[in-house]
């Protein structure tokens, strides 16, 4: 191993300025991190994916009276089937699996091209986390906006303003006999056809303002990674799991009000009275902001906090737990060194 490092280390050294970013932007290194990342969101929001579906319907049907999420499952479940909580789960983890390799891939390429080989820093790994937001956000919101409709298709909203939808998946591909085929009514081609290609990205300019979410989460994460692993080789599937939750929580509690307003832009089936219009653009986050305050409250712009908070801070923390175990399984079995440069 020492022999091979030495060989990677004099390759880099003969490169070119270019050539050595691209093979970092392009490591086995950065793979596996991408990966590790995509296998463990999509297994703690499998487990946990009951919570996400309390805490959606809190935020986007206003006039629901149960409060807390035991009572809206007990709702959903009663009212729409015992499987109704996992609604739309397809759809989820497939745009979760896409996000979160993307977000790992940028962060840990972004990483390795800035830090080389140094420790990295608090204001590095914040840069780095928006960075890798900005990117996440323009590849993959399209996915998001054709989840969260088919997770809530054939919800039984308290509130009378909300548009009920009618999608066969997120691509249904009909074939018939001579190989022809052709796209049916699947989420995207309804989405584009009716509302045009832009509302493919509604909620997006919250979401660029949510970067800071994940940003702030990672920013916390590895800075009390890198306190842990100055007493210790490695981490502890404890530590993982509770430092994973503390960065989430800190980060989902400051960001709430904002998803809470992606999550109505990404949905897009509310109206605006008196016009009557599909709501659907950027200009309406901020009409979303006071509509809240004012009808709620301030307190308004937190309703379903409590569910997030259960369902994010629980997934983040089995997701890096999975993550931190499945790179540092990976690099073991393939005989590289795991990177200390955190």
């Avoid at 909580?85 to 390795?112: E, Q």
């Amino acid at each position: 191993m020492a022999r091979a490092g030495a060989r990677g280390a004099a390759g880099a050294a003969g490169e070119p300025p270019r050539a050595a970013a691209m093979s970092s932007v392009a490591s086995y290194e950065s793979l596996v991190h991408a990966v590790s990342g995509a296998v463990g969101s999509m297994t703690a929001m499998t487990v946990f994916f009951p919570l996400d579906t309390a805490r959606l319907r809190l935020q986007v049907d206003e006039k629901r009276k149960s409060k807390t999420t035991p009572a809206v499952l007990l709702e959903i479940i009663k009212e729409e089937g015992l499987l109704a909580p996992y609604r739309g789960w397809f759809p989820v983890i497939s745009s979760l699996c896409c996000s979160n390799f993307v977000y790992f891939y940028t962060f840990n390429s972004l990483k390795t091209l800035w830090v080389k080989g140094q420790q990295s820093t608090t204001g590095k790994d914040l840069v780095l986390g928006v960075v890798a937001g900005v990117v996440n956000v323009l590849l993959t919101t399209p996915l998001w906006v054709v989840n969260t409709r088919l997770k809530l298709q054939g919800a039984k909203f308290r509130n009378e303003d909300i548009v009920p939808t009618n999608y066969k998946g997120i691509i249904v591909i009909e074939f018939y006999w001579k190989l022809d085929f052709a796209i049916s009514d699947d989420a995207f081609h309804q989405i584009i056809r009716d509302e045009g290609v832009l509302a493919l990205w509604n909620g997006t300019f919250p979401s660029l303002l949510l970067v800071f979410n994940p940003a702030i989460q990672f920013m916390f994460y590895e800075g009390f990674k890198r306190k842990l692993l100055k007493k210790q080789l490695q981490l502890t599937s404890l530590d993982a799991f509770v430092i994973g939750a503390v960065a989430k929580a800190v980060a989902t509690t400051l960001t709430y009000p904002l998803q809470t307003v992606q999550s109505i832009l990404r949905f897009g089936r509310h109206r605006l009275n008196p016009e009557n219009r599909t709501l659907g653009s950027l200009r309406n986050v901020l009409y979303l902001l006071q509509q809240r305050v004012r009808r709620f409250g301030l307190m308004g712009l937190y309703k379903g906090l409590e569910a997030k908070l259960l369902q994010t801070v629980l997934t983040a923390a089995l997701m890096f737990l999975v993550y931190e175990k499945l790179t540092a399984a990976t690099f073991t079995v393939m005989g590289l060194k795991h990177s200390r440069r955190h």
